[in-house]
């Protein structure tokens, strides 16, 4: 009896296999060099650095997305005293947070070659064949296969384009741009190669996306760049209210600080008595200037009733009192400290500054009260 086995890891999202393989199947013009000489004169040349980029695009960065080793490196004697360079490796890419079995791939160079004025030693055979072989091993995914088919020399295609229209697409079914249009918006990082095949699933049935009738496939780009502006605005509003959260908590902490740095109020043995209200007295519910005292450095200190000068409250209610337009650039000039909003200046303070500042206040407000 075989036993079933069980596991954890997360298990591969259906992906449209062919639509990864035409994604990175052009190469852009500028990526490509007819071959000017030698046995393979008029053939077309691939950067190799456009075969990593384009991997990197669809699968993630190199060694995370996807990675490559060196399996050996080893020459062999050819005619005439030269030596070939061979490189043997191995490609894994990576799908859905799993890695695929190994695609083996060889590629070769010369390490000594026979040149007009004799044999040449390339200290760069054994790295060309490692190219060599990572470009062998890339197009069994795809990558420049349009090149190497003989469809696509970087300026035309080898048929007429009525002729290679009709053979890219005889059924009208979506085109190269618009799987690459989805290809380049599932490397953002926003919305996934699942949630493609989730919403095809659900709207057309069991279909692979290069399946599409054009115009549908064009409804689903359109609809993909949608969800990708709506997920970022997300992810960038929840920045922005992790961020907020975090100064609305440092202005507490500050307001607790200068509140347990403030002097008890002093004791006082008189008894006063309400006197009535003259013609532009503070109203009750105008905010009460705080006495002032000196601390030791003679630093003002305040303290008052039901708010505590110093706190966010007090400076709100005052500030409201005072109608004082220009306390932010009163804040600026004299504290040196910036900020979108007062209590955004006002958490910059140093306790001294805090004090200070809170003395201010309250000196204005016995002058208004005169």
Known sequence: MTDKKTTNEAQPTPVDNLAIYDLMSQPPKEALKEIKGGRIKGMTDINPQWRYRIMTQ????????????????????????????????????????????????????????????????????????????????????????????????????????????????????ATTEQLRAMGDIVALGNVSAGDVKAYITEKYGNLAARELPTEEAGKLVDYLVVLNKTLQAAKDAETINASMKEVNTEIAARAAEAEAEAPPAPPTDVETKPSAKKKGSKKDSDPVPPAVTSTSEGTPAVVQGNLTPGSMDWFKASLEKLEWADVGGYLTKTYKVSGSRIGEMVKHLTPEQLNEFTAEVTSRLETLAW
């Open 58 to 173: 669809i699968f993630g960065m190199c060694g995370i997305g996807w990675r490559y080793e060196v399996v050996r490196l080893w020459s062999e004697p050819a005619p005439g005293d030269q030596i070939f360079a061979f490189a043997l490796v191995n490609i894994f890419i990576k799908v859905d947070g799993l890695w695929s079995e190994a695609i083996q791939s060889t590629g070769g160079s010369m390490l000594v070659e026979k040149e007009s004025s004799g044999l040449h030693a390339n200290d760069e055979g054994y790295k060309m064949a490692t190219t060599d072989a990572l470009s062998t091993g890339l197009k069994m995914l795809g990558v420049a296969a349009a090149v190497y088919a003989g469809q696509w020399d970087g300026s035309k295609y080898k048929d007429t384009p009525e002729a290679t229209a009709k053979k890219a697409n005889p059924k009208g079914l």
